[in-house]
Each structure stands twice: as C-alpha cells, then as structure tokens.
C-alpha cells in the first residue's frame, strides 16, 4: 500500500513564494504527480516527476527525491487565483500501478 | 478539445435508490478512471479501464457498486441500493495511457443521499 502526507493548510501572501512538502511511503514507485483543484472544480494537472531534482513550468516547480519519498511543489509570485487545494500523488510500480492521492493541501492567498 | 463530460453536475436521492452516473472521456483516450472524493479529502480510485476491460477493481465495493464501459469509450457507474455515506462527489478522469501519462478529469457529480 501506499502512505501519502501532506499539511493540511498553508496560507501565504500575494506576490510571495509558498512550497507545499508531500512525503510518501510506496512498496514501489512509479512517478509522482502535483495537481490543483479549485473548490467545486475538477483537479487540473500540474506536474510529474520520476526522475529525482526538479521540473520548472513558469511560476510552478516541483522537486523530487525518490531516496527520502519526499516533493515538494514551489509556487512563485502568488496571485489570489493560486488559492486552492494542492494534490500530491504518486503511482506504484505494482501491477496495477495505482495512483494514490494524498488529502490535499488547502492554500489561502491573502491580499 | 472538449474535456472530460460527467453528468448528471447534481444528484440527490433517498437512501435505497438505485443512481447512476455517465462519463464521456477525451477522444482517443484508452484509460478511463472513476474516483471518489469526499469533501476535504483527494480523490479515491474506484476502478480503472484500459478500454473496454476492468484491469484495477480492487477499491470497488462489489456490492453495490457496478460500472462498464462497453464499447470503450463512454462509462457508467451505478450504486444500488445508495446509502447515506456513498454521498461524495464522483470523478471521471482519463488519459491516452496509464504509465507515464497525466489524467484529465471531469467536473464531477456531486451525490446527496438523504
């Protein structure tokens, strides 16, 4: 099976820089994905990564180590729109390669 | 491209009833997932098809809970009797493959059994 922790609540500021931590425990590994889910809306994705270090898409970037189940997803300059629920998720290497979701990080962006 | 289609957005039924829920997923997409999501919590799989064949069934409470996706494409699921705590709401997503790829998902129906 698979654990997936992340912190339930962030709040940041407008125009600053928020990191969300998500730390996993899988009996394997086979990538972990970031997505955003507005309230009352579907998840959109964000990122993947499989390979360990980091993937940077304009104001978001996510990091990855495999050694430590650990990721992280860095947003820069924060607008109000970025408020929202952070999903971690990560794909075992079972023959089923089921993908986990973690409880979701709920961000507030504050003026 | 059109996206992910779910309907109905909204259901609400008595507990007992039979409710069925409808996915039409991105053309071309081979993978096709159902999920549940309870408020405050990420999404749970329920099943997973590669086209038509059911290959990840495992969180599905057999029970009452069924779904198909005949031809490969559009997918059912249908809960029957519903009971109080199947209320949640029910993600369609899928994607061109599983391994590698990201899932799209729809906007969900919100079920309130009452």
């Known amino acids: 099976g698979q654990n997936i922790d992340q912190p339930t609540e962030m709040t940041a500021t407008e125009g600053a820089i928020v990191q969300i931590n998500c730390t996993y425990q899988?009996?394997?590994?086979?990538?972990l994905f970031w997505y955003q889910q507005h309230a009352g809306e579907a998840p959109t994705f964000l990122s993947y990564?499989?390979?360990?270090g980091l993937e940077e898409k304009g104001r978001f970037s996510s990091f990855l180590s495999r050694s430590k189940g650990y990721s992280y997803l860095l947003l820069k300059e924060l607008q109000m729109k970025d408020s929202a629920s952070y999903l971690c998720?990560?794909?075992?290497?079972?023959?089923?390669?089921?993908?986990?979701f973690g409880s979701g990080t709920q961000l507030t962006v504050l003026p | 491209e059109a996206g992910v289609v779910q309907s109905p957005r909204y259901k609400i039924i008595e507990k007992k009833q039979p409710v069925a829920f409808w996915c039409n997923p991105i053309?071309?997409?081979?993978?096709l997932y159902w999920y549940l999501q309870n408020l405050g919590q990420g999404p749970e799989l329920l099943i997973r098809?590669?086209?038509?064949?059911?290959?990840?069934d495992s969180q599905l409470p057999k029970d009452r809970f069924s779904a198909e996706r005949l031809k490969g494409v559009d997918s059912t699921l249908k809960i029957q009797p519903a009971e109080l705590g199947d209320s949640a709401v029910y993600l369609c997503?899928?994607?061109?493959?599983?391994?590698?790829?990201?899932?799209?998902f729809g906007q969900g129906t919100r079920l309130t059994v009452v």
């Open positions: 998720a990560v794909r075992d290497a079972g023959s089923a390669r089921q993908l986990t």
């Open positions: 053309s071309g997409h081979n993978t």
């Open positions: 990564n499989v390979l360990d």
């Open positions: 997503a899928s994607s061109r493959g599983h391994a590698n790829t990201e899932a799209f």
């Open positions: 098809y590669e086209n038509e064949e059911a290959v990840d």
């Open positions: 899988t009996s394997g590994f086979n990538g």
